[in-house]
């Protein structure tokens, strides 16, 4: 069964950094976009960063751009989320995705990634204390 598994989420002071991972098992997810979705409690899903199947094309939300940076490993089947000078409201549960749906799509595909698709990690929470 192929699984995305996230890490390195945790508590860290406003102006601090995170790297998030994720690694996939079960399939090898290099043809796939791959990014990270984020939500916060009382607000909806956001995809706050993506990149095409080879690192080439990436997707930032605006809220996002300037300080994270998404990057991936195909060789070790990982996307990574290098996250600067972190606020208070980028305080969330960050979702691994990957677009299954379709072979070598573009990043942007993932805004329209339906939750029910099997190609969710289970999250990991990033506290970003004032």
């Known amino acids: 069964q192929a699984q995305l598994v996230e890490s390195g989420g945790g508590l860290v002071q406003a102006g601090g950094s995170l790297r998030l991972s994720c690694e996939g098992s079960?399939?090898?997810?290099?043809?796939?976009?791959m990014g990270w979705f984020r939500q916060a409690p009382g607000k909806e899903r956001e995809l706050v960063a993506a990149t095409s199947w080879n690192g080439a094309v990436t997707y930032y939300a605006d809220s996002v751009k300037g300080r994270f940076t998404i990057s991936r490993d195909n060789t070790k089947n990982a996307v990574y989320l290098q996250m600067n000078s972190l606020k208070p409201e980028d305080t969330a549960d960050y979702y691994c995705?990957?677009?299954?749906?379709?072979?070598?799509?573009?990043?942007?595909?993932?805004?329209?990634?339906?939750?029910?698709?099997?190609?969710w990690g289970q999250g990991t929470l990033v506290t970003v204390s004032s």
């Open positions: 995705v990957a677009d299954i749906r379709t072979n070598y799509s573009d990043p942007q595909s993932l805004l329209d990634l339906p939750e029910s698709l099997d190609a």
């Open positions: 079960g399939r090898a997810f290099s043809r796939y976009a």
